[in-house]
T-cell receptor, first 113, second 112 residues
Framework: GAGVSQTPSNKVTEKGKYVELRCDPI?????LYWYRQSLGQGPEFLIY????????DSGLPNDRFFAVRPEGSVSTLKIQRTERGDSAVYLC???????????FGSGTRLTVV | QQQVKQSPQSLIVQKGGISIINCAYE??????FPWYQQFPGKGPALLIA?????SEKKEGRFTISFNKSAKQFSLHIMDSQPGDSATYFC???????????FGTGTRLKVLA
């Protein structure tokens, strides 16, 4: 596609529930990133994929967070047992290579009630 | 040492005025400094970027000034327009890596 597509654009879930957030990167971009943006803050790095593998997941806050990219294209960020503190905008970005500039998607706004 | 400090938090400028946003960093390994513009409900979009081998880079109404010795860089928006009203983020990274460190953002409002 022309840009990075993220779905859903908004997600409201109850505390303790499981959620999946989807990212469809720009075609041909091998590098994919997830960032989290809390209200009034800049984006914070969560995880980086090169191809199908998670090259760096050092930003994932705890083991409730997990991400996959099984075919090297679409990625899914999975959050188990959601907590109110998980409420944020989750941004996905992709790039041609790891050292080239990012293109961000519009994000998924997650609200945990 | 990984932080990028951004100021001001918010800024109001009259149409036609100059908007100035400042950032400071500690990690001397950083060598790529992009600025991103974010409109409500959208993801950040790359606006302009600079590397430390130059002290200034200009693209249209947008200029980055870079002071390597002070470890500071700033974004200047000349002839600010209401359409420039957005949140601006500075960021820093090291070439060949992929992890950007973002500032906390500046909410700019340009009055018509």
């Amino acid at each position: 596609g022309a840009g990075v597509s993220q779905t859903p654009s908004n997600k409201v879930t109850e505390k303790g529930k499981y959620v999946e957030l989807r990212c469809d990167p720009i075609s041909g971009h091998t590098a994919l990133y997830w960032y989290r943006q809390s209200l009034g803050q800049g984006p914070e790095f969560l995880i980086y994929f090169q191809g199908t593998g998670a090259a760096d997941d050092s930003g994932l806050p705890n083991d409730r967070f997990f991400a996959v990219r099984p075919e090297g294209s679409v990625s899914t960020l999975k959050i188990q047992r959601t907590e109110r503190g998980d409420s944020a905008v989750y941004l996905c970005a992709s790039s041609v290579t790891a050292s080239s500039g990012y293109t961000f998607g519009s994000g998924t706004r997650l609200t945990v009630v | 040492q990984q932080q990028v400090k951004q100021s001001p938090q918010s800024l109001i400028v009259q149409k036609g005025g100059i908007s100035i946003i400042n950032c400071a960093y500690e990690n001397t390994a950083f060598d790529y400094f992009p600025w991103y513009q974010q409109f409500p409900g959208k993801g950040p979009a790359l606006l302009i970027a600079i590397r430390p081998d130059v002290s200034e880079k200009k693209e249209g109404r947008f200029t980055i000034s870079f002071n390597k010795s002070a470890k500071q860089f700033s974004l200047h928006i000349m002839d600010s327009q209401p359409g420039d009203s957005a949140t601006y983020f500075c960021a820093a990274t090291t070439s060949g890596t992929y992890k950007y460190i973002f500032g906390t953002g500046t909410r700019l409002k340009v009055l018509a």
